[in-house]
């Protein structure tokens, strides 16, 4: 019998490809693509809970925290008490917009370059990804 190719090892390879690009092209922004993500959700969502920020993301809540320290210690976000003494809220600082406006320019040429590459099959793309969202062991 011939084997069939992984999936998931081809989309974890195509998921480091893309992020790889999507990092040079944010590199002039001092931000990687997974730390302007962070930033965009935070800039839509803020204040926000990091729990509830988790949940938005898809990340665990321990994950998210470690991502989310060097930005808090670059002074892009601030992290403070919520109402509850275990709750942590997290808003965008002057910092983190200034970052987000000087990057936005570098992630859309990004995402040009993406779009040339995938020839018109971005909406086929994402609505495959979001059905592989939903996929549970």
């Not at 999507?22 to 302007?36: G, M, T």
């Not at 998210?64 to 930005?71: D, I």
């Not at 793309?125 to 062991?137: M, N």
Request: with cysteine; proline share 5%.
């Amino acid at each position: 019998m011939k084997d069939q190719a992984c999936i998931c090892t081809h989309v974890r390879r195509g998921a480091r490809s893309l992020s790889a690009l999507y990092d040079e092209a944010l590199s002039p922004a001092h931000i990687n693509v997974a730390q302007f993500s962070l930033l965009r959700y935070v800039e839509r969502l803020a204040p926000i809970a990091v729990s509830d920020l988790a949940r938005a993301t898809g990340h665990e809540r321990s994950t998210l925290a470690r991502s989310l320290h060097p930005l808090a210690a670059d002074g892009r976000i601030l992290i403070r008490p919520g109402r509850d003494r275990r709750q942590r809220v997290v808003t965008l600082t002057p910092t983190g917009r200034v970052t987000l406006d000087t990057a936005l320019p570098y992630w859309r040429e990004a995402q040009r370059e993406v779009d040339t590459r995938l020839g018109g099959r971005q909406r086929q793309l994402l609505s495959l990804l979001a059905d592989l969202e939903g996929v549970t062991p």
